[in-house]
C-alpha cells in the first residue's frame, strides 16, 4: 500500500507527464504549421512518450493498492518565435520534470518507500536521457545555419520510437 502523501505526489506527477505530453504536440503542430515536418515527427513521438510515463506511473500505482485521479490538464503555450526557441523551452521544461521527479525520489526515502523509491529513479535515469536529448537537439541548432536546419529537420524526422 502506497500513503496517501505519495499517491498525491504520483497524482500530480502524471498530471505534469501529461501537460507535457500536450505541450510537445502542441510544439509538433506549430512545427508542422511552419513546415518542418521532420522536427514535428519528433515532437509527435516525444508527445507519445510522455503520455507512456504517464501511463507507466498509474499502472505502478494500481499496482501498489493506490488510486490514480487524472487531474485537468493546464491549457499549454502555443507559439515559439524559433525552432531554437522550441526546442529551448523542451530542455528547460525538461530540466524542470526532473527536479520534480527528485523529489518524489525524496519523499519516497521520507515515507520509507523503498518500491516507490526504486521505481521513480528508473526514471530519474529517463530524465537524465531526457535533458541530454535535447540539449544536444539545442547545441546542433546553435551551430546550424540555414542549410545546417534542412539537415537537422530530415535526421530528426527519421526518429523511430
Ligand atoms: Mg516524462
Redesign the pocket.
Known sequence: MITTKLQKAINDQITA?LW?SQLYLQMAYFLKSKGWDGFSHWMQLQAL??RE?ATRMADYMTDRGGIVRFQMIDVVPEGWGSVLEIFEHAYSHECK?SKMIDNIVKLSQEENDYATENFYRT?VD??VE?EATASGIVDKLKKAGDSGIFFLDSELGKRKD
Do not use: G
Open positions: 507527464e507535457s512518450e510522455e510515463h520534470v526514471f529517463e530524465q531526457e
